[in-house]
């Protein structure tokens, strides 16, 4: 049985910072997730994406930001347990847990954290009869290896953050994208709508509103898809491509953890946001977008926040007759468990006679 001081369901951004939090604390991590690499949707789902609002980092693509939290809590030596999917949770008479895996691994802690993101996910997919014949034959829900649409024509349809960040970066390296979307306003952020508009004014990307993919043809791979022009009274289109990306979300699921005795509301965890984001289960937390509260925002940075207030409860909880007075890293440094230690440089004061 695997033991630690934390255990934290979800190695996503926010799960990871939590293990340095906790680090600065001196209390063990140890993490599961179902997926086979820690990072959660920055390294399965889109690694070469940007991400622009992430304190002190203009742009970062979200690969390199697991990268430098996964670089961070080195010196904390966490465990992880990976490719497993936290099944069940029992409560002890002693008031801790244990947490069995669907593959049986057996984890024993104090405290619990739920950082699982939105949970697992399954693609939104669009309502094309045969969209299922072309399934890894041109047609993907994720783009993972943007370098393999360098030089081909990719039609991508959606009208949220990920269709528009995606047609401005493939705009760079495709020879031709299209972007579909059967509205002419889109949902995603100023600046990124913005940027479309430029890059179609160049001609980088041919921007198609009110209008949506209807069907896909080809005989063993995709050739060509046919769109449907709502302002051209229904009339249909077919267009060439090597590439149809369909990017209208994922629909998240808790999975087992629905099941566990959590309040739940629209498909999150409820906590306690004004004191340690704590839920209805002394002991068990959840940070990150997997929670809900009165003025919740699913921004990573948040999920940072909620992730350093989590901690201090949690220090608080496995040692109740203890104490902590917070001392800020650049006063203290950063201790690893490794034995290495970060400190500024101490002032040489030298008086003069």
């Not at 347990?81 to 669907?102: C, P």
């Not at 005989?219 to 149809?244: C, P």
Request: proline content about 6%; hydrophobic content about 40%.
């Amino acid at each position: 049985m695997i033991k630690t001081d934390i255990l934290i369901i979800g190695a996503g951004p926010t799960g990871l910072f939590a293990v340095f939090e906790a680090g600065l604390l001196k209390l063990k991590c140890h993490l599961i997730d179902a997926l086979p690499q820690p990072g959660g949707q920055c390294s399965e789902i889109y690694p070469k994406k940007p991400i622009y609002d992430i304190p002190g980092f203009p742009e970062v693509l979200a690969g390199d930001l697991v990268d430098n939290l996964m670089e961070q809590i080195r010196p904390f030596e966490p465990g992880f347990t990976l490719g497993e999917r936290a099944q069940t949770i029992d409560k002890q008479e002693d008031g801790s847990f244990i947490v069995t895996t669907n593959k049986g691994t057996k984890h024993h802690a104090p405290v619990v954290v739920i950082a699982g993101g939105l949970g697992s996910f399954e693609p939104r997919k669009p309502p094309i009869a045969n969209i299922k014949d072309y399934e890894d034959k041109g047609v993907a829900y994720i783009i993972r290896e943007p370098e393999i649409y360098k030089d081909k024509r990719v039609v991508i349809a959606g009208g949220g953050d990920s269709a528009l960040d995606w047609a401005i970066y493939l705009a760079e390296i495709a020879s031709e994208v299209s972007l579909v979307h059967r509205r002419k306003d889109f949902r995603g952020a100023l600046d990124s709508v913005e940027k479309v508009e430029e890059l179609s004014k160049l001609g980088k990307i041919k921007l198609i509103t009110d209008a949506e993919v209807v069907d896909l043809k080809g005989e063993d791979e995709l050739n060509s898809v046919v769109i449907r022009h709502k302002d051209k009274a229904m009339e249909e289109e077919v267009k060439e491509t090597d590439y149809f990306i369909p990017l209208f979300g994922l629909s998240p699921k808790l999975g087992p953890i629905a099941d566990w005795g959590l309040e739940i509301e629209k498909n999150a965890i409820k906590v306690n946001n004004s004191y340690d984001y704590e839920t209805n289960i002394p002991g068990i937390y959840a940070i990150g977008d997997v929670n809900t509260y009165p003025g919740k925002l699913k921004l990573i940075l948040c999920g940072f926040h909620e992730a350093a207030i989590m901690c201090q409860s949690a220090y608080q909880r496995i040692f109740p007759d203890k104490k902590y007075v917070m001392k800020y890293t650049t006063v203290s440094g950063v201790s690893g468990f490794d034995g290495s230690k970060k400190e500024a440089k101490r002032e040489v004061v030298k008086s003069i006679n």
